[in-house]
């Protein structure tokens, strides 16, 4: 028993868009030479370029489509993402001020486990220096006067020395004492080995 297979029609080859606008460009130019005038052979073009461009627009359409559902959805994943990252660094954060809190209680620096050491560590670098008043009320000593024009600037170092020794940082004007500058207390931060 023999049964009968129908061949889909043929579809015509599909076109890229730069070849259907070159079509487009040759057809505006033989209309232009017969002066407008719609052959019967160029009626034919002109329907069979109308679909082809009709099939290309749709393709396009639907690529352009889904590329922007892509885009948006990534972007949605995006911000979920930054804002599951967001949250662990909360979280991260809330502990180690815990576990910060803890050691200080308890007076220690380090918490030994099998598998990580937790230590409590100050923070590098020489302590904030905060000055408390304008520079005008600095003793000279402790200021650095730059030239062509004269800018008055705290010596850093040399403040830092003075506030280390007993009575640093004193002042007495019309018989008051102005502290003029204090170091900030060191930072610590939580290390995990």
């Known amino acids: ?56 627009s749709d393709g396009i359409g639907f690529y352009i489509k889904e590329q922007e559902a892509v885009a948006k959805a990534c972007k949605e994943e995006a911000a979920r993402l930054t804002a599951r990252a967001k949250s662990s660094e909360n979280r991260i954060a809330g502990m180690k001020r815990v576990v910060d809190h803890a050691m200080v209680a308890l007076g220690v620096e380090k918490l030994v486990g099998t598998i990580f050491t937790i230590a409590r560590q100050k923070s590098g670098g020489v302590p904030k220096l905060t000055l408390l008043v304008p520079t005008d009320v600095l003793p000279a000593e402790y200021v650095d006067v730059t030239t062509p024009a004269p800018v008055v600037t705290p010596n850093q170092d040399r403040l830092r020395a003075w506030l280390a020794t007993e009575g640093g940082g004193v002042v007495v004007r019309e018989g008051v004492e102005i502290r003029v500058a204090r170091l900030e207390d060191p930072t610590y931060t939580i290390r995990i080995r």
């Open 1 to 56: 028993m023999e049964t009968a297979t129908a061949t889909p029609p043929a579809e015509p080859p599909r076109r890229t868009l730069y070849e259907l606008t070159g079509d487009a460009l040759a057809l505006s130019d033989l209309l232009e030479t017969t002066e407008g005038e719609v052959t019967e052979e160029i009626d034919q073009w002109m329907t069979e370029h109308a679909a082809a461009l009709c099939r290309k």
